[in-house]
């Protein structure tokens, strides 16, 4: 108990003669300025990362099942009723894409057309996305619907409100005798325009799903039935079902699994920033070690007394680790309040915008206990560490003589 009052004592700083209160203060507040920029760069990156997850969902389903050989299959009857009842499914959509070249007059563009089924909508969270138009390319069937991409409806000058906006699907015929028999076509008509992100607007185009079978001559096939699993579902479970089910001729994913490379890239960013800031904190413990060095001088008298009232190295060294530790752990939790508030107020405000056309007219912040934890548990260590100096030198110290009259 004593050590603690001590301790606390020294941190409020008393009547002291020389600059230890003032040097305590700097290196608090140097952690205190790292702490929040980790907890503000934690936050951000967790913002974009359950962005990008999100954008992802409109065309990354939770469960793909594609096949090893070749790019197209067929399940039998009995397979896809063995799918839909298992125990996690909540629906299933049968998909078919591949390259094509799309044509409107003299504008050309090589994209990714995907024949989609009337239970797409269900299992990938597009329609929440549609730029202009309506997301059902079955409505109206007395012509073929599409959905395009926005880069791609501006690059071929599509209008949704035009009834005379169409545009041809150019497909290889591998069955050609000739030049003239050397492409199967498709005629479209814009339905609606989808604005996600450029690596899906800049290359998707959605029909329906028997007219696009027709256009690559693959009645039946698909090349991924998508699966969306009811709300608290195991995936992982899911997909160790499925693999039994269907066998080694078929490879089941999960959403992270389809992503894999841009999930741990994301991750890695995110330590990467950290370990940077945990070396500016480091840095800015130096500080900390002088000034507990200083405080070691300057209690010279106290020591002497502790030891004189038979106190041990190590409860000297336990001392003034306490300090440090004090020190640091006021200036982590100024700095996650600091960080914490900085957080709430982007959320609310906006106060930081993007610029440019964006989905989102502001930098998206998400913060996390978790976070909060991995950075007072770091700025505690770092106290420790950087106490362990001026607690030895305490320990070995001889303290001052004391005269008494």
Avoid at 10 to 24: D, F, W
């Amino acid at each position: 108990m004593l050590i603690q009052k001590l301790a606390l004592k020294y941190l409020l700083g008393g009547k002291s003669l020389n600059a230890v209160p003032i040097l305590s203060r700097i290196s608090m507040i140097a952690i205190a300025v790292g702490s929040c920029a980790m907890i503000v760069l934690f936050s951000v990156f967790n913002g974009f990362d359950g962005l990008i997850k999100e954008l992802y969902k409109a065309f990354y389903p939770e469960i793909k099942i594609t096949t090893t050989r070749g790019k197209f299959f067929s399940l039998t009857p009995d397979t896809m009723d063995s799918i839909r009842h298992l125990d996690g499914v909540m629906q299933m959509t049968r998909v078919l894409e591949d390259n094509v070249l799309l044509s409107n007059g003299e504008d050309q563009q090589v994209a990714r057309l995907k024949g989609v089924d009337k239970q797409y909508t269900e299992v990938n969270n597009l329609a929440q996305y549609m730029y202009d138009g309506n997301a059902d390319i079955y409505e109206g069937r007395h012509q073929e619907n599409a959905i395009v991409g926005l880069h791609l409806a501006n690059k071929l000058g599509l209008d949704v409100h035009n009834a005379f906006s169409w545009f041809t699907v150019y497909y290889p015929n591998t069955a050609a005798a000739n030049l003239t028999t050397a492409f199967h076509s498709l005629l479209l008509r814009p339905t609606g325009i989808f604005r996600v992100q450029d690596e899906f607007d800049d290359t998707y185009v959605l029909a329906s799903l028997n007219a696009v079978q027709e256009l690559f001559a693959q009645p039946g096939k698909m090349s991924s039935l998508e699966i969306s699993l009811l709300e608290g579902a195991d995936p992982h479970r899911v997909k160790r079902n499925l693999q039994t089910i269907l066998g080694d001729a078929y490879r089941v994913e999960t959403r992270y699994e389809q992503n894999k490379t841009l999930y741990m890239v994301m991750q890695a960013e995110k330590w990467a920033v950290y370990a940077i800031l945990v070396l500016v904190l480091w840095i800015a413990s130096f500080n900390m070690t002088g000034a507990l060095t200083m405080l070691v001088l300057e209690k010279q008298k106290d020591i002497s007394i502790l030891k004189a009232m038979g106190a041990e190295a190590a409860t000297l060294r336990k001392l003034f680790i306490t300090e440090g530790v004090l020190w640091s752990f006021l200036g982590g939790l100024l700095g996650i309040i600091t960080g914490t508030l900085l957080c709430w107020g982007q959320q609310k405000f906006h106060w930081v915008t993007l610029e440019g056309a964006f989905i989102i007219d502001a930098y998206p912040v998400t913060l996390r206990f978790g976070d909060c934890l991995i950075v007072i548990c770091t700025v505690v260590v770092i106290g420790l560490l950087a106490s362990v100096f001026p607690a030895r030198k305490a320990a070995k110290t001889a303290g001052v003589s004391l005269s008494i009259s």
